[in-house]
């Protein structure tokens, strides 16, 4: 063949101005992949005629001569950190690497070798026993549970696709791919192939896709499956990958090039503003005037969401955060007189919650009239209870406890400010605390939770009337009807409109209501009773007039008529 003659003849040139001798044609005809004829002529570099110039039956054989020489990298072998996705598709492949051509102890070797981290430190203590290896990583990284756990956990981390978002729909599309070979790999499928599973991913599309893939499902008129969710979402990712690829983007601009090196961060740079609320470096954050004017709810929200530090109000970051801050410092706001105890800038200080209401209480002795009170049990935490008068008052707002009640009941309430308003008009303010505490009824033991303000004392103490209230008229006996007497612990406000009613019972001005609580009696009554008043005696005196006790008259200092001259010289020198 023209090929094989040409071969010979470039060979045979090529040893003759090496050696300056002939050799025997029986050597011209040693094969070309000869590694004796290599040693021999180590620095001749063996030019092939090009095969475009040959035929085509002859270029493959010379291109098959080429890359016969070339040399491949060895495979590496792969690497395992702890990631329970990664497990399997680990062990699969590290046992087809080494295969049967290594003993155990060669084969651990090689193993400890590709563990890292936290699956490294667990095999340490293990000699030679290849197998036991495999027996402590399978029950930690190799159960399907914890496989499927992780998925579903890193589907529900994935934050719903907003309109625009193409990357992160492509980013979605990649993550439920995997996860499903990944389920596949270990033989459940089924863990992800769903209708939670598919409804979790339908939610997670915006609402442009959602109808897209809806109207898909209406034109396939299939059962919505897994795979045709992968299959639908491959195709979208496909054509918005190729919508908006550089290629197909028109550029319409015009000038010259400028070529620029950069550190790699393709991410545009933001611009720093000291104020990031007003985006201007002429103030800092803490100066801001629209920051000061928010109310408090308003700051917090707007802290939250840019993701600010409590304490000197920047942008927070991985090396800047609460605990680290260099003006972390405790609160310089006031509570009546004492600082507050948290660590945070004065302008998310929450100011004290404000309660006003209105108690009205009326204790008429003339009228005899009975308010409705009722004697229960109230209970705290840790099993303390305490035995008290309960009064109902439609007319108040809030309820109020007595302070010393709270105390024995070991109560524990969150601070407020009350506005207490007199009957003049003048108005104080006091602070107190707000507790939660419950009401037992004494008839059916039923407990009751209710919210209370505490004060120092509700009213002046109650008499005990019940043994001149005629309970035959309602035909209710003493025993039924539970009231006490002395102080005032716990009014009920017309907020807990459950209390203030019952079934009713009346007999003239006098009214008996079964509530919650208990029969209670209120109203007027005619009955016999004796009453011991005193009388003062009260001493009436002159009205002193105060214009002569003020008189200059009064005190000797009135000037006396003369006819003195003036002098200078006092009236001890005079004398």
Known sequence: MAYESALKLQRKTAKVDLKGSDRDESAEEVSPLNPVR?????????????????????????????????KMEKPKMPKFSGDVRDYHVFKSAFMLAIGTGYSE??????????????????????????????????????????????????LNKFKALKDGEDSRFCELVHLIRRSFNTLKEIGRPQDMDNSQMLALIERKL????????????????????????????????KSRMRATAPVRCDSNKSGYAVHYAGNGNTEAVKPFHKCWICETSTHW?????????????????????????????????????????????????????????????????????????????????????????????????????????????????ISLVRLSVAENLNLKGRHVD???????????????????????????????????????????????IQEVI?????????????????????????????????????????????????????????????YQKSVLHVKVSETINMTDFWSTESIGVQSQNCQCEPTKLSKLEQE
Request: hydrophobic content about 35%.
């Open 418 to 464: 009350v506005t207490i308003t007199k009957l003049d008009g003048e108005q104080g303010q006091i602070q107190t605390k707000r507790f939660q505490l419950q009401i037992k009824s004494l008839e059916t033991n039923r407990l009751y939770q209710i919210q209370a303000i505490g004060l120092p004392t509700i009213s002046e103490e109650i008499e005990e």
């Open 470 to 530: 005629e309970l035959q008229r309602l035909k209710l006996e003493h025993s039924d009807v539970k009231r006490g007497s002395g102080l005032l612990d716990l009014l009920i406000d017309v907020d807990l409109g459950q209390m203030h009613s019952g079934e009713m019972r009346q007999s003239g001005n006098l009214v008996a209501r079964h509530s919650p609580l208990g029969w209670v009696v209120f109203g007027s009554f005619q009955g016999q009773s004796t």
């Open 105 to 154: 102890r060669d084969a651990i070797s090689v193993l400890r070798a590709c563990l890292h981290g936290k699956p490294a430190e667990m095999v340490r203590g293990i000699g030679s026993d290849f197998e036991a290896v495999w027996e402590y990583l399978d029950p930690v990284y190799g159960d399907p549970r914890f496989i499927a756990d992780a998925i579903i956990n890193d």
């Open 206 to 237: 915006n609402r442009d896709d959602k109808k897209v893939w809806f109207r898909y499902l209406e034109m396939e008129n299939k059962q919505e499956t897994l795979a045709m969710l992968i299959d639908w979402l491959t195709i979208e990712m």
């Open 38 to 70: 290599e040693e021999a002529a180590p620095l001749v570099q063996e030019e092939f005629p090009e095969p475009e110039h040959l035929p085509i039956a002859e270029q493959s054989e010379v291109r098959s001569a080429q890359f016969s020489k070339l």
């Open 285 to 397: 954050v803490d100066e801001c005037k629209k920051l000061a004017a928010m109310s408090y709810s308003q700051n917090m929200e707007k802290i939250k969401d840019n993701h600010a530090c409590f304490c000197c109000l920047k942008k927070a970051g991985k090396s800047h955060r609460m605990a680290n801050c260099k003006r972390r410092k405790q609160c310089t706001e006031m509570i009546n007189g004492r600082q507050c105890t948290y660590f945070h800038h004065p302008l998310l200080y929450k100011p004290q919650e404000s309660v006003t209401g209105s108690v009205c209480i009326t204790l008429n002795e003339s009228a005899k009239a009975i308010l409705l009170i009722v004697q229960t049990k109230m209970a705290g935490p840790k099993g303390s209870e305490y035995t008290g008068n309960v009064l109902f008052d439609s007319g108040a707002e």
